[in-house]
């Protein structure tokens, strides 16, 4: 995605640029080892005593419903594996460097934010596991691409607070998506943030791209069926009333559906379980900002 001059000119004046916790770029780089035992992980994420806790507490949650008790991290990882550790380990630290700021959330909350984002997670994942005999999706991968996606937003709220609510500010005068805001007011949008955010991150491109194309995705050029996956379960959320602080939704790329080979049938068992299965990311959120 092209970054344009006056971005690059207002990037320049934020200093502490937000970077991966050590901790979290390291099981990015051993869990994409294949040389990388589940003991390799457990020892990793046991260097952090608070996110071990945090480990341990989402495993035994509804988020994941394992049947049996989980005692230790190294249980941990044999029974929910590589991925869903990655996952987890990732989405908890992102809640940490991001905590809520405790002021006015009138167009802007925080809270509705991050459960947007869960949401987002949550579809993602669910539409992968719909549609992987089609297109060999990994939902936990879906799940992360969605839980991140809008991250930009929310390193805006905080680095660039004031550009982020004038856009605010217009798209809700205007009743135009935030995306198109951003592009009309400041020349720049969240998909860009994200995109400078995460550049010293080492996430997979897999990964990175849906946050920087999930509006554009005919614009990526690789990694289109992801990318798609999350442009399609962001607006979804909104449809299904997850819309974030009720601002109106983002354009749907038509051919998202065919796209992603999926069907009404999908959809309509979607809308069946979203409460059921939100009430689950409300754990997850809970945990996190604990």
């Known amino acids: 995605m092209e970054i344009s001059q006056e971005f690059k000119d207002k990037i320049q004046h934020v200093a502490n640029l937000p970077t991966l916790p050590q901790i979290a770029s390291r099981l990015i780089r051993i869990i994409n080892d294949p040389m990388t035992s589940s003991n390799d992980v457990a020892f990793v994420i046991g260097q952090d005593l608070s996110l071990s806790a945090k480990v341990l507490r989402l495993a035994n949650s509804a988020f994941y419903g394992v049947p049996k008790s989980i005692t230790n991290i190294s249980s941990a990882v044999v029974i929910l594996g590589l991925k869903v550790l990655h996952t987890m380990v990732l989405g908890l630290t992102v809640f940490d460097m991001f905590p809520d700021p405790k002021r006015s959330a009138a167009l802007f909350d925080r809270k509705s934010f991050w459960l947007h984002s869960l949401g987002c997670g949550m579809v993602a994942k669910f539409l992968a596991s719909r549609i992987r005999k089609f297109i060999l ?32 500010e217009y798209a809700q005068f205007n009743n135009i998506p935030i995306y198109n805001a951003e592009n009309e007011v400041l020349g720049y949008n969240h998909c860009q943030v994200a995109e400078w955010l995460t550049s010293t991150w080492g996430l997979p491109s897999e990964l990175q791209y849906p946050l920087i194309y999930h509006h554009t995705p005919s614009e990526s050029g690789q990694y289109q069926e992801i990318i798609t996956l999350c442009h399609l379960s962001d607006w979804l959320c909104y449809d299904l009333g997850l819309n974030n602080n009720s601002y109106i939704s983002p354009e749907l790329n038509p051919d998202s559906f065919n796209t992603l080979k999926l069907e009404q049938d999908d959809i309509d068992i979607l809308r069946e379980r979203f409460k059921s299965e939100m009430e689950k990311a409300v754990t997850f959120f809970e945990i996190a900002v604990s």
């Open 137 to 168: 999706f990994d939902p936990e991968e879906a799940f992360c691409a969605g839980l991140l996606h809008d991250i930009g937003k929310v390193v805006m709220e905080q680095y660039l607070h004031d550009d982020f609510h004038k856009a605010l």
